[in-house]
């Protein structure tokens, strides 16, 4: 594994973006370049370049499976799955080796962070010199200096801001030593100046398709002010490092940042453009509406282009920029079975590997929790976020990998047809038992039968490490699988979502439980300002149906005032994590939402799965041992054994616990 020493870096790139203007639209093109030198960053089109190449590196963390499944492995929502090596089975803290700095996957964000840092240093040092660069494209710089350093001092505590040519300066020097930064100096220095100089000069409305502007930084910001109110506040005494007094330079407290972070949002709320929320939650996700106007940053891919993509188009390795997250939570239903007669002695693959939203690439690294399919998604009906975010109808597709026959016999050897059901996880627990096989059993995959049905069942108590509803939000979309199969083995060519305009009302919400004074919201989404307002308006759009994504078919039914009326009087932090892993489940926010609030070990400390093998449907409880230490992520080994630090200092560089 390539490691990055902070030190040496210079201003590099795995591509330069040069603007241009395609017909009506504007949008980026991408050309190969391996790195930017000093001069290179003194002309306008070198600073333009390092610009937009900011928004290339996002591609390098976020879609990128081992970073993601830091994110979620561990929490309430995710454990391992049954194909997961260490990569996964470190993350999930349940005995299943060590976490440690060789181990942890936050790598991936640090290896690839201080680059893009680097070159946002350049490019405001020589943005000046060369004169002609509008302040506003220096803003779309700083925001990202701004996000890196907001990402890193959430997940590894204090980091170094000078990389060796001084606090937020270019570097190009190869010295390797180097200094972490307290936690309040990395706000207070760059987090928030960056985020809000940028709220200040970047534009309302987008620049190009998918770069940032006013409310993009808004939206940074309040995640940012209200970690660090958290922060200041630590109400279960959780250790930082390194260690510093929980105090802010400028003498606020936690209540100021909280009610700072309340006011950045409901502005945002109240002055949406170019943002807002999709009519339905299935319109959030769904692969042919991509880049709509509630995703407020993405790290983007192609399938026009394997160039632009910066990834095959037809195979993927897992590595580099190959967006791969969403194999992470997809199990092997090409296992599933059906006969080709009625007596079963003849059976065929009936479910196919496809690029399709519903099915793609399995890898089987990561599952759902029981708890989570039944206490969070405990409402099915109401609310459409359970059938928004998982496949749980896996439907026949066999013809489309040359299987000619028309009608084949499943569960109860009843006939299916192309697109009928073959294997489906149930809502609830149904009234009359299951009668699952002790193995694998007819349909391949150990689903069991229920009189009547011809599809073969799985209910909630039966997920397990190796069949379990898959995430579809993740899922690939392609235009062009002419009617077949498509391109199943390569990473997905959507945009991997960053953040999304829903967020607002969550950290609003937030911030008033935690005393932020509320006030009326104006606007397309008026409310009272209260945390039951805000978080109404959310659960009003999440009653909206317009499709039952597993039903495969229209549904027209508006349950907002069900789900409205349903919201507690009283809003609390568990409330509000509640509802926002019915919102972000699988987006990848869990663990950082968790370390915020202090709230992993008591949510996260124990889950429900079945085993690892086909047919075992019974419920074993895990136990996490989730210690205060864990709270902060390692620095990575490479980093600590590439410092030309005294030993001493090489020991006190690496967080305690590690």
């Not at 398709?209 to 993009?216: E, F, S, Y």
């Not at 042919?288 to 192609?302: C, G, I």
């Not at 040359?402 to 294997?423: E, F, H, M, R, W």
Request: aromatic content about 12%.
């Amino acid at each position: 594994m390539n490691r990055i020493q902070i030190n040496t870096l210079k201003a590099s790139a795995l591509a330069l973006v040069v603007l241009i203007s395609g017909g009506c639209k504007k949008i980026m093109e991408e050309t190969p370049r391996s790195s930017y030198t000093p001069v290179f960053f003194q002309t306008q089109t070198g600073v333009q370049g390092g610009i937009t190449s900011l928004y290339a590196h996002l591609r390098y963390i976020f879609g990128n499976a081992y970073f993601y499944n830091t994110g979620e492995t561990g929490t309430d929502e995710v454990t391992w799955g049954q194909s997961a090596d260490g990569n996964f089975k470190v993350m999930d803290v349940s005995g299943q080796g060590a976490l440690d700095a060789n181990s942890s996957r936050a790598d991936v964000l640090w290896n690839n962070s201080f680059y893009d840092i680097n070159t946002v240093n350049g490019i405001v040092e020589n943005a000046v010199k060369v004169g002609t660069i509008p302040a506003s494209l220096v803003a779309e710089a700083k925001f990202f200096r701004g996000f890196d350093y907001f990402m890193l001092v959430q997940t590894f505590g204090g980091v170094p801001l000078d990389l060796g040519a001084g606090e937020l300066k270019f570097n190009t020097s190869q010295i390797r030593t180097s200094t972490r930064n307290t936690v309040p100096e990395v706000y207070t220095k760059a987090v928030f100046p960056d985020l809000l100089q940028a709220v200040n000069d970047l534009p309302t409305t987008a620049r190009l398709t998918g770069t940032v502007t006013k409310n993009t930084a808004r939206l940074f910001l309040a995640k940012a002010y209200l970690t660090y109110a958290w922060w200041l506040q630590n109400p279960n005494n959780i250790p930082t490092y390194p260690a510093t007094d929980r105090k802010d330079p400028a003498g606020h407290d936690a209540a100021y940042y909280f009610q700072q972070a309340y006011t950045v949002a409901t502005t945002a709320i109240a002055s949406p453009a170019p943002y807002g929320l999709q009519p339905t939650f299935y319109d959030v996700h769904v692969g042919s509406n991509d880049r709509n106007s509630e995703v407020v940053l993405y790290a983007d891919h192609t399938q026009q282009n394997e160039q632009y993509n910066d990834a095959s188009l037809t195979y993927g390795g897992g590595g580099g920029a190959d967006n791969f997250a969403g194999w992470m939570l997809t199990w092997n239903y090409t296992v599933i079975k059906s006969a080709k007669v009625p007596d079963w002695s003849s059976t065929v693959n009936s479910v196919q590997r496809e690029a399709d939203q519903h099915l793609g690439r399995p890898w089987v690294r990561m599952a759902p929790t029981i708890d989570a399919i039944e206490k969070t998604f405990a409402d099915k009906t109401n609310d459409s976020r359970y059938d928004g975010t998982f496949t749980t109808v896996y439907r026949g597709n066999w013809n489309k990998a040359g299987v000619t026959q028309t009608t084949l016999y499943n569960a109860n050897s009843l006939p299916v047809v192309q697109g009928d059901a073959i294997v489906s996880f149930l809502n609830d627990e149904p009234g009359t038992g299951i009668v699952y096989p002790s193995g694998t059993g007819q349909s391949g995959c150990g689903a069991g039968v229920l009189p009547g049905r011809a599809d073969f069942v799985i209910s909630p108590e039966g997920i397990s490490r190796v069949v379990y509803p898959s995430l579809w939000k993740l899922g690939e979309y392609r235009t062009d699988n002419a009617g077949g199969l498509g391109q199943p083995n390569a990473a997905s060519t959507r945009p991997f979502n960053i953040a999304y305009f829903s967020e607002f009302f969550f950290i609003a919400a937030e911030a008033a439980v935690k005393g932020a004074t509320p006030t009326a919201v104006s606007g397309p989404y008026a409310n009272d300002g209260t945390a039951r307002g805000l978080i109404n308006v959310i659960r009003a759009r999440a009653g909206k149906w317009r499709f039952d994504n597993n039903g495969n078919t229209t549904k027209v039914q508006d349950n907002s005032v069900a789900m409205t009326a349903a919201t507690p009087a009283t809003i609390d932090i568990n409330y509000i994590l509640a509802e926002r892993s019915r919102e972000y489940y699988g987006d990848g926010f869990r663990w950082w939402d968790l370390v915020r609030t202090q709230k992993w070990a008591e949510l996260s400390s124990s889950y429900r799965i079945c085993g690892i093998t086909y047919g075992d449907h019974t419920p074993v409880t895990y136990t996490r041992n989730i210690q205060p230490y864990l709270y902060l992520r390692p620095i990575p080994q490479g980093q600590i054994d590439a410092l030309q630090n005294t030993a001493e200092e090489k020991k006190a560089y690496q967080n305690p616990g590690y």
